[in-house]
């Protein structure tokens, strides 16, 4: 439970914070980064999530610190923050999942199709498919969809530096895939 002097300090640090004094924020965040880690902990029932959760939150939090316009109210607005954080990596990991289980349930060439070559166009379908599905997806959207990275990223609910690391890491893969396909 939260007594009145939790509410005065709470509202000297952030005070301290806004006003640039580095101490003021150290010492906020050392008070609030437990309870911030408890918070998203009960929201997402994973420490790892949680834990990504309070480091975007603390950005937004230590970015937003100016606005804040009653102190006193630092407590519930740190926890919003907080709370839809948590809600946005709970929603990109079930899309996520929705991904990986539509990439799973996309019909595969039968046994006898594997051995038959039509070419270079089953090659890299057979190299297509062996890429992890957020991979698979950030090619296809790009390359054979034909968005562009930032309309990719819009697509797949992720940054667009993230859209460009999986092109290169699948990029990567099937060229090393189709160039040992070669070699055999």
């Known amino acids: 439970m939260r007594r009145p002097a939790d509410y005065a300090l709470d509202a000297f640090l952030a005070a301290s914070a806004?006003?640039?004094?580095r101490d003021g924020m150290g010492h906020l965040a050392k008070r609030w980064y437990p309870l911030l880690m408890a918070h998203a902990w009960r929201l997402t029932g994973e420490a790892g999530l949680?834990?990504?959760a309070v480091q975007e939150a603390w950005v937004e939090i230590l970015r937003g610190l100016p606005g804040l316009r009653d102190d006193h109210a630092f407590a519930a607005w740190a926890y919003r923050?907080?709370?839809?954080?948590?809600?946005?990596?709970i929603k990109r990991r079930q899309g996520e999942r929705a991904l990986t289980r539509a990439?799973?349930?996309?019909?595969?060439e039968t046994a006898a199709e594997d051995h038959h070559d039509d070419g270079d166009g089953t090659r890299?379908?057979?190299?297509?498919?062996?890429?992890?599905?957020?991979?698979?997806a950030a090619v296809w959207l790009f390359h054979?969809?034909?968005?562009?990275?930032?309309e990719t990223a819009i697509a797949l609910d992720v940054p667009a530096g993230t859209v460009k690391t999986r092109l290169m890491h699948a990029r990567r893969k099937l060229r090393d895939s189709l160039e040992g396909g070669n070699n055999e």
């Open 103 to 108: 990439v799973a349930a996309e019909p595969r």
């Open 124 to 136: 890299v379908q057979r190299a297509m498919t062996d890429l992890p599905p957020d991979q698979r």
């Open 144 to 150: 054979l969809q034909g968005l562009s990275v930032a």
């Open 18 to 21: 806004r006003s640039g004094d």
């Open 50 to 52: 949680a834990e990504d």
């Open 81 to 89: 923050i907080t709370t839809r954080r948590c809600a946005r990596l």
